[in-house]
């Protein structure tokens, strides 16, 4: 009976999906349709109602709307002009430099904002347009806003691992928050050195020089964006505050920046912001609730343990074991969102390698860096493209220019895979 019903949840989740059902509304209905198989309609119905509520009832989620509260009004503060310009003086006279701010302007705007759409498109509408009048190829261009935007998924704060804390049952957040900072700053590096290549092959002009005033003008007005990013990584790792009184501070924080400082968006925008974020953190926690009866409906079956007998039964190394894995969440990825693909997969593949010896830090880091590929990977891959519509390329030219990059992007995730010390330093450190 049990294998019947796991075959009656996978068929009709699918058949949902397909047929364009929200998908929290999809993982609900296929959970139902496979429990009440082995139990009574009332006590499925029942039962699956309390693992939603249960699920939901947990502190640490308060982190969530806060932070998307400021992200929102950070990508509307004003913000990204400011942090293209100190990029810019970060890029200095390497190689391809317009091209390395975008990487540069990406990677300090998507950990502010925790939103690689919103880096894509508040970074890339700067950047794309400057580097084809100064004669860059516009495919190449967007190739580097999209391959950049992902890394602000990595690089805290991100409600991505918010969301895998929480459902791989009580992973330090402060230890994925360290690995993911380092996983995204390997990204970017990997990025840079591809740029610099082709920059140097296709003779792009470096920027102009910075004068020193001017300088220190574009740095004094990039710190107060660039503290909020200090004061959330160091405020948690240090033990000064928890992850939800950080997510409180940000807000009030960029509250002040916008409102106040930057002066750049009117008080009266508050309550559209907060409209947004109810819109967003609605979305997630509906998603979450919903993960828990199919986690639920799951665990009845016996899917996770069939799955793991049958990834075993393949190769116990842990090398092989990774690789398959990594496989299988390189191709979730081109298809699902981060959010929805960490909710459903984590129960299913943490145990897994868990059991072959893998670190729940480090396997959370990889499982994020795995997904924020999938975003920029055709043929779903929404990161793709947005990045393609801001730039105006048509999408077939930037997967041909994203080639090299996507090159060095499996490379980087075959090493943060097989050398976990990479992302474990830092949390083993600081004693997470």
């Known amino acids: 009976m049990a294998g019947e019903a796991s075959l009656v949840l996978i068929i009709t989740f699918s058949i949902l999906s397909l047929l364009g059902l929200p998908l929290a509304i999809a993982l609900v209905a296929s959970s139902l349709a496979a429990v009440t198989m082995m139990v009574p309609v009332d006590m499925a119905l029942f039962t699956s109602a309390q693992k939603m509520v249960a699920s939901l009832d947990s502190f640490s989620l308060l982190a969530v709307p806060f932070f998307i509260l400021s992200g929102v009004i950070m990508n509307s503060g004003g ?3 400011r942090l293209v310009n100190f990029a810019k003086l970060l890029a200095g006279r390497i190689p391809g430099s317009l091209a390395q701010t975008n990487i540069a302007g990406n990677v300090l ?5 925790g939103s690689a759409i919103a880096a894509s498109t508040s970074i890339g509408s700067v950047m794309v347009p400057i580097q084809a009048k100064e004669g860059y190829d516009r495919a190449f261009a967007a190739a580097v806003n999209i391959a950049s935007a992902p890394t602000g998924m990595l690089v805290p704060p991100t409600t991505a691992f918010i969301i895998y804390s929480l459902i791989s049952g009580g992973t330090s957040v402060a ?3 360290l690995g993911g900072a380092v996983a995204g700053v390997i990204w970017a590096l990997g990025l840079v050195l591809v740029t610099v ?3 140097k092959k296709r003779k792009y002009p470096l920027s102009d020089r910075v004068p020193f005033k001017e300088a220190i003008k574009i740095t004094l007005d990039a710190i107060p964006s660039l503290f909020l990013i200090v004061f959330i990584i160091g405020g948690i790792v240090m033990g000064v505050v928890t992850p939800v009184e950080a997510s409180g501070i940000a807000v009030i924080y960029t509250m002040i920046l916008a409102f106040f400082i930057h002066k750049t968006t009117p008080l009266s925008a508050l309550p559209k912001f907060l409209i947004e974020t109810s819109h967003i953190t609605g979305t997630i926690m509906l998603l979450l609730a919903a993960s828990a009866t199919l986690s639920f409906a799951m665990a009845f079956t016996g899917i996770p343990a069939a799955i793991s007998a049958l990834i075993l039964g393949i190769s116990n190394d842990p090398i092989m074991v990774m690789l398959i894995i990594n496989i299988l969440l390189l191709v979730v990825g081109c298809f699902m969102d981060i959010g929805p693909a960490i909710l459903i997969f984590t129960p299913i593949l943490l145990p897994i390698a868990m059991k072959v010896g893998y670190d729940p830090v480090h396997f959370g ?8 590929i999938g975003t920029i990977t055709p043929p779903v891959g929404t990161g793709l493209f947005v990045g393609a519509t801001v730039a105006k390329v048509k999408v077939e030219k930037v997967i041909v220019a994203l080639a090299p990059f996507y090159f060095v992007l499996f490379s980087l995730l075959a090493l943060i895979s097989y050398v976990p010390v990479i992302t474990l330093y830092l949390p083993t450190f600081f004693g997470l």
Not at 365 to 372: G, H, R, S, Y
């Open 175 to 177: 230890a994925l928050f």
């Open 79 to 81: 913000i990204a002009i």
């Open 197 to 199: 290549i082709i920059a």
């Open 365 to 372: 880091v990889v499982m994020v860096f795995n997904l924020a």
């Open 109 to 113: 705007f998507g950990c502010i904002s």
